[in-house]
């Protein structure tokens, strides 16, 4: 491993943070900008704001089914690269699906180009957080991914209400284009203070793929799926509840926007720490607490003090969900590490395109800016019941090794 003064190696996890928080800008800001762009690229919003908020729906769609493709994707065909090059790259890639969302004239291009944007979604988040995990030393997993996703955490307390504010005052293309400086900024830093580490030829895409046979891994896939779709349902609209629900001023998204965030943030270190030393009792105690969270959102959102109250809420609940649940798959995943963490961005992306699509579906039949809110408690719900499935089969997988083999279980099994 490179030696690294205290400098560097501050600024290299900076410069890991901030793609995250370019990320988080991208993609949470086009949820606060959705009226925005329907009212610009879709006919008809004049006459039903609902339905077209409703298929403008599908840039988040389009956004989550690019991560779910491209994770899975990059970590299999990068298995022999070396982190800090597939980092690089990774970083290239955002940069040009970024400028090209800012320009698209038509919404179908823009869909299209913010489907590429996403491609390197999960498989950054996933090289950032093994490279994080790596510079900050052994032992420190939960850590290592909680520090890059603050930059998505913090994205939501002042890149995105920024980005939200710039976009409804300049025009929605600015905000792309500004999440384009970022990653170029990025870019650069990773350049000047990555440490170079080398890549593993022995690896191959299909010792990558080798995770995939193992059936927890897909129960935590699930779990991530279904159970963050929840966030995605309401967060995707939370706009629209601000305005037109509670009747706040369009102004009043970003200041909503940022009190999700700070939540989001303290959760995300909560949950960094607390997976560190029990990964399982930290996502069963989320999901519980973030159902609670999503039935309050339901009662008391159409109050503004409700609103900002519940949003703090919903953020902390949420995102402690997160460095949980990657650092989870990380383990179960064993060598191949890398897909482990991307495939869980996936996975949480896959919750976003189905919580976003639900959410939307409930809002065009006639159920109000709110029943969003029971469709992902129901989502949250689900998770934790697979959730509990997950750990039911780990023990029961745990026991059967005992009893045939006769020798402890954590020589068999990926540590906890």
Excluded at 135 to 160: D, E, H, Y
Aim: some cysteine.
């Amino acid at each position: 491993m490179p030696q690294l003064s205290p400098l560097r190696r501050g600024l290299a996890l900076f410069a890991l943070a901030l793609g995250g928080f370019g990320i988080g800008v991208t993609e949470f800001a086009t949820m606060g900008l959705l009226p925005d762009i329907a009212r610009e690229l879709i006919p008809g919003f004049d006459r039903s704001p609902e339905t077209v908020i409703a298929q403008a729906g599908i840039l988040i769609t389009a956004y989550a089914m690019g991560v779910v493709i491209g994770a899975p994707v990059f970590a299999v065909l990068a298995a022999r690269m070396s982190q800090t090059r597939l980092t690089l790259w990774l970083l290239g890639l955002f940069i040009v699906g970024t400028v090209a969302s800012a320009v698209m004239p038509v919404f179908g291009a823009l869909a299209v180009f913010r489907f590429i944007a996403a491609l390197p979604h999960g498989a950054y988040f996933g090289v950032a957080s093994l490279l994080a995990a790596r510079i900050m030393g052994p032992g420190k997993q939960g850590r290592g991914v909680a520090l890059t996703l603050s930059g998505l955490t913090l994205a939501n307390v002042f890149g995105v209400p920024l980005a939200t504010w710039l976009g409804q005052v300049a025009g929605w293309r600015w905000a792309y284009a500004i999440v384009a400086v970022i990653f170029a900024v990025t870019l650069l830093l990773c350049l000047c203070f990555l440490p170079r580490y080398p890549g593993n030829p022995d690896r191959s895409p299909l010792r990558e793929l080798s995770a995939l046979r193992n059936h927890r891994v897909w129960l935590m896939i699930a779990v991530g799926s279904v159970g963050f779709g929840g966030f995605f349902a309401v967060y995707s609209y939370i706009a629209e509840v601000a305005t037109r629900e509670t009747g706040l001023a369009a102004g009043s998204v970003p200041w909503v926007l940022a009190c999700l965030g700070i939540g989001m943030t303290l959760g995300n270190v909560f949950g960094g720490w607390a997976s560190d030393r029990n990964p399982k009792l930290t996502i069963v105690g989320a999901f519980s607490a973030f159902i609670v969270a999503l039935v309050l959102y339901t009662q008391l959102a159409s109050h503004p003090v409700g609103l900002i109250s519940v949003a703090l809420l919903l953020g902390a609940t949420s995102s402690a969900l997160v460095p949980s649940i990657q650092a989870r798959l990380i383990r179960i995943s064993d060598e191949a590490a890398l897909l482990g963490a991307a495939v869980n961005h996936a996975a949480f992306n896959v919750g976003n395109s189905l919580g976003a699509w639900l959410g939307g579906l409930v809002i065009a039949a006639g159920f109000g800016y709110l029943a969003p809110g029971w469709v992902g408690a129901a989502l949250t719900f689900l998770g934790l019941v697979l959730t509990l499935v997950s750990i039911a089969v780990e023990r029961r997988d745990k026991a059967r090794n005992l009893n045939t083999v006769g020798i402890p279980t954590r020589a068999l099994l990926p540590a906890e």
